[in-house]
């Protein structure tokens, strides 16, 4: 797929499997998006990358036990 390529960081509001079809709502700041070329490729089709580590899909408390835990 050739086209424009859009990075910008987002956390998921919303990640659904509902009869084969997945929902994925990402929330972002406006300020890091440029938003004229959301615009332009809305009405196309897309193909999207999500990238994430493992220690921020972890929450606070579950990331210090981990470490705790490598420390011993």
């Not at 890091?32 to 332009?40: G, K, N, P, T, V």
């Not at 999207?48 to 580590?53: C, T």
């Not at 990331?63 to 490598?70: G, L, Q, R, V």
């Amino acid at each position: 797929m050739h086209g424009k390529v859009i990075q910008f960081k987002a956390d998921t509001a919303i990640f659904q499997v509902k009869e084969c079809v997945v929902n994925i709502q990402l929330t972002a700041d406006a300020r890091d998006i440029a938003l004229d070329q959301l615009s332009e490729i809305s009405s196309g089709p897309v193909m999207v990358n999500l990238e994430a580590s493992q220690t921020e899909l972890l929450p606070d408390n579950e990331e210090s036990k981990n470490t705790d835990a490598n420390n011993k």
